[in-house]
C-alpha cells in the first residue's frame, strides 16, 4: 500500500516559493514527516522533518495541517539547483517498513 | 566528517553471480538502512541494521540479504543475480532507529549494479 501521495511533477519559476504538497492520511499519531530530496545520479539529501508543529531551517519550510494527513514543503526562493525528485517519507504503520513517497519533480524555471 | 561511504560504486555481473556491497556509516551512527532505486519502482527500502540487528526488512526475496559489524559497517549480499536486480544500491546511516525522530538518514551516493 502507498504510505504517501504527491504530485507526478510541479514547475516553479525561478526565485518563486514553490510548495510541494503530500498527502499522508493514514499517519499515525508518533509518526514523523520526513523529506528528502535527490538531484539526479546523488543520493538523497535530508530536507526536513515534524511531526505536528510547523517546521522552518535554513533550506525549507515544513507546514503539516492540524489533522496531519498533508504537509506541505516550502522552498521560499527556488533556484535552478532546487531541480530535483522530492520524496515526502512516513514511518510506517505496520510492520515496520519505510516507505518513500513515489516523488514529485520539480522543474524550477529560470 | 566523512560522510556515508558505498563501494563499490560501480560494478558489472552476469545473472546467476553474487554480489556483495559495502557501507560505511557515518562515525558515531548506528543505523544502516539500504535502499533499491530503478527507474521503475523508484525507491525501495531492503533493510535496516542496528547494532548488529536486522531491525526492519522489506519486501524482497531471501536472496537480498545483509549484515552489520561492531564497528556499524555494514554488507550487503545479492545471491544468483537475475536481470532484475540491475539497479542503485543505496546505503543510509543514522545515530539512532529510522523513525524515531531523533535524527535525519545519510545517503551515500550509491552503488551501481549492472547485471548482464
Known amino acids: 500500500d502507498a504510505k504517501t501521495t504527491q504530485p507526478t511533477s510541479m514547475d516553479c519559476a525561478e526565485g518563486r516559493a514553490a510548495n510541494l504538497p503530500c498527502n499522508h492520511s493514514?499517519?499515525?499519531?508518533?509518526?514523523?514527516v520526513y523529506w528528502y530530496r535527490q538531484i539526479h545520479s546523488q543520493g538523497p539529501q535530508y530536507i526536513i522533518h515534524?511531526?505536528?508543529n510547523n517546521e522552518t531551517n535554513e533550506m525549507a519550510s515544513l507546514i503539516i495541517t492540524e489533522d496531519r494527513k498533508s504537509s506541505t514543503l516550502i522552498l521560499p526562493h527556488a533556484t535552478l539547483r532546487d531541480t530535483a525528485v522530492y520524496y515526502c517519507?512516513?514511518?510506517?504503520?505496520?510492520?515496520?517498513?519505510?516507505?518513500f513517497g513515489t516523488g514529485t519533480s520539480l522543474t524550477v524555471i529560470p | 566528517k566523512a560522510g556515508v561511504t558505498q563501494t563499490p560504486r560501480y560494478l558489472i555481473k552476469t545473472r546467476g553471480q553474487q554480489v556483495t556491497l559495502s557501507c560505511s556509516p557515518i562515525?558515531?551512527?548506528?543505523?544502516v538502512s539500504w535502499y533499491q532505486q530503478t527507474p521503475g519502482q523508484g525507491l525501495q527500502f531492503l533493510f535496516e541494521?542496528?547494532?548488529?540487528?536486522?531491525?526492519n526488512k522489506g519486501n524482497f526475496p531471501g536472496r537480498f540479504s545483509g549484515r552489520q559489524f561492531s564497528n556499524s559497517r555494514s554488507e550487503m549480499n545479492v545471491s544468483t543475480l537475475e536481470l532484475g536486480d540491475s539497479a542503485l544500491y543505496l546505503c543510509?546511516?543514522?545515530?539512532?532507529?529510522f523513525g524515531t525522530g531523533s535524527g535525519e538518514l545519510f545517503f551515500g551516493e550509491g552503488s551501481r549494479l549492472t547485471v548482464l
Open positions: 517519507i512516513v514511518r510506517a504503520l505496520t510492520g515496520n517498513q519505510f516507505y
Open positions: 541494521y542496528f547494532s548488529e540487528t536486522q531491525r
Open positions: 562515525s558515531g551512527h548506528r543505523s
Open positions: 543510509a546511516s543514522s545515530l539512532e532507529l
Open positions: 515534524g511531526l505536528k
Open positions: 493514514t499517519i499515525s499519531g508518533n509518526e514523523y
